[in-house]
C-alpha cells in the first residue's frame, strides 16, 4: 500500500461522491418537472454514494500510519536535556569553549 | 563527536530537521555533520536552507567556533540584509564572545524598533543570567511574563532562576503554570514535585507524592519519579505527626515503590552482577529521618 494509491482512492472516492449528489439533484428536479412525489432514492445511486465514502474512507485511513494518540510515546522518548534546553535563553559561558574551540 | 564513515548530505539535512523539531541542543554534533557532510552540498536543500544556516550558526557559537560562524553569519547577512533575525545572530555572537555590553546595546536598539519582539527581551533576561546577575534577570523576566503571559519557556527559565536563588516557593509558583500549560507532560510534574519535596514540611511532601504518582501515570518508565515517591512515602511514614492510618498508606506506597526500582534495575543489570544487594544497602541509606 503506499502513500500515491491512498491519495488517488480519495481523489475516486470524492468523485464518485460528488457524482451520486450530481445524479440526486438531477433526480429531484426531473421528479418535480413530472410532479411525482419523491419516495426514496433509487438503490444503484445509494450504493454510489456508500461507495465513494467507503473508498475515500480506505484511501484516507488504511494506506498510512496514525500518530500514536497518546502524547506520552512522544515525550518518552526526549532525553531530559530536550525539557531543559531552551533556545531562546541559550547562554554561551559554558565549558564547551575549552572542550570543542579552536586550540589557539 | 565522529563519525567513522561520513553521512550522506541527505541524513544530515534529517537529522538537523529532527533536532530542530526537538529543541535538541547537540551543537558539537550538529557543527560536525556541517563539517563533513552537509557544508558543501547545502544549497541542495532548498528553502530549508537558510533555517539549516542559522541552526549551524547558533551551534557554532555555542562550541565557539569562530571560524564556522562567522562564515555563515556573513552568508545570512548578504541574502537578508534588513533582516532583525540576522541581527539577532549578530547579538548571540556578541554573547558569545562575552562583549556583554555591546550585546545589550544591540538588544535594546532592536526592542525600540519593535516593542513586540519577544525573542530580544528574553535574550537580555539570558545575558544577565550569564553575566551573573541573577537577581536583575528575575526583575525583567517578571516584566516580560507580566506582558506575555503564555510564554511557556519563560515561566520554565524563570522557576529554574528562582532555584538558583533558593526561593522554592516562586519557583513552585512557576512550576506550576507549566503545569497549566503542559497538563499531560511528565516532566513538568516531577519538576514541581521536586520543589515541594525540597521544601519540606507534610503538606509540601504530600503534595510531591501526588505529583510523582501523576508523573508515573504519564510516564511509567521515569526512575526519578519512582525514587521521588520512595522518598516522599517513606518520609511520612517515619515522621511522627502523621496520623497511622496515613502512615501505613505511606509505606505501602514507598515499597511499593522500591519494589518498582529493584525490578527495573534488576531488569537492565547483566545476570551475573551483584547490583541487586548492592541496591537494597543504598534504600538503607536513602531514608531520611
Not at chain 2, 541552526?55 to 532583525?84: C, M, T, W
Not at chain 2, 555591546?102 to 519582539?117: C, E, P, V
Not at chain 2, 518520609?235 to 511499593?256: F, G, H, M
Request: hydrophobic share 40%; net charge negative; proline share 3%.
Amino acid at each position: 500500500m503506499s502513500h500515491a494509491m491512498g491519495r488517488v482512492a480519495v481523489v475516486v472516492g470524492m468523485l464518485l461522491l460528488c457524482h451520486t449528489g450530481y445524479s440526486v439533484s438531477q433526480l429531484r428536479s426531473f421528479l418535480r418537472f413530472n410532479e411525482d412525489e419523491f419516495t426514496s432514492l433509487p438503490l444503484d445511486m445509494m450504493l454510489e454514494g456508500l461507495l465513494g465514502v467507503a473508498i475515500a474512507v480506505w484511501g484516507a485511513a488504511a494506506t498510512q500510519t496514525f500518530k500514536e494518540i497518546r502524547a506520552i510515546e512522544d515525550i518518552a522518548s526526549k532525553s531530559f536535556e530536550s525539557f531543559l534546553h531552551r533556545p531562546n535563553f541559550i547562554t554561551f559561558s559554558h565549558r564547551g569553549k575549552n572542550l570543542f574551540g579552536d586550540i589557539s | 563527536m565522529q563519525y567513522s564513515t561520513a553521512p550522506s548530505w541527505q541524513e544530515a539535512r534529517e537529522k538537523l530537521r529532527k533536532w530542530r523539531e526537538q529543541n535538541e541542543r547537540k551543537s558539537d554534533e550538529i557543527v560536525d555533520l556541517w563539517m563533513t557532510s552537509l557544508g558543501s552540498k547545502v544549497s541542495k536543500a532548498g528553502d530549508e536552507k537558510w533555517m539549516i544556516i542559522e541552526q549551524v550558526a547558533i551551534a557554532a557559537l555555542d562550541v565557539h567556533n569562530y571560524g564556522v560562524a562567522d562564515d555563515l553569519i556573513l552568508k545570512l547577512k548578504e541574502r537578508f540584509p534588513d533582516s532583525d533575525r540576522v541581527r539577532f545572530l549578530q547579538v548571540l555572537r556578541l554573547q558569545a564572545l562575552q562583549r556583554y555590553d555591546d550585546a545589550l546595546k544591540g538588544l535594546d536598539a532592536m526592542i525600540q524598533r519593535d516593542n513586540t519582539n519577544s525573542g530580544a527581551y528574553k535574550q537580555k533576561v539570558a545575558i544577565l543570567k550569564c553575566q551573573g546577575k541573577n537577581t536583575e534577570a528575575i526583575k525583567e523576566l517578571a516584566d516580560y511574563l507580566n506582558k506575555f503571559m503564555s510564554d511557556q519557556e519563560g515561566w520554565s527559565e524563570l522557576c529554574d532562576l528562582y532555584l538558583a536563588e533558593s526561593d522554592y516557593a516562586r519557583a513552585a509558583f512557576c512550576a506550576e503554570e507549566m503545569i497549566l500549560h503542559n497538563p499531560h507532560n511528565y516532566f513538568v510534574h516531577q519538576r514541581l514535585a521536586d520543589i515541594r519535596y525540597t521544601m519540606g514540611g507534610i503538606e509540601n511532601t504530600k503534595f510531591a507524592s501526588s505529583h510523582y504518582s501523576q508523573a508515573l501515570k504519564l510516564n511509567p518508565e521515569s526512575m526519578r519519579a519512582y525514587c521521588g515517591l520512595f522518598l516522599s512515602g517513606s518520609s511520612l511514614a517515619t515522621n511522627p505527626r502523621v496520623p497511622a492510618t496515613e502512615k501505613r498508606e505511606y509505606s505501602q506506597i514507598a515499597s511499593w515503590a522500591a519494589k518498582e526500582i529493584s525490578t527495573r534495575y534488576g531488569e537492565n543489570q547483566p545476570p551475573s552482577s551483584n547490583s541487586a544487594e548492592m541496591l537494597e544497602g543504598l534504600f538503607g541509606a536513602l531514608q531520611i529521618q
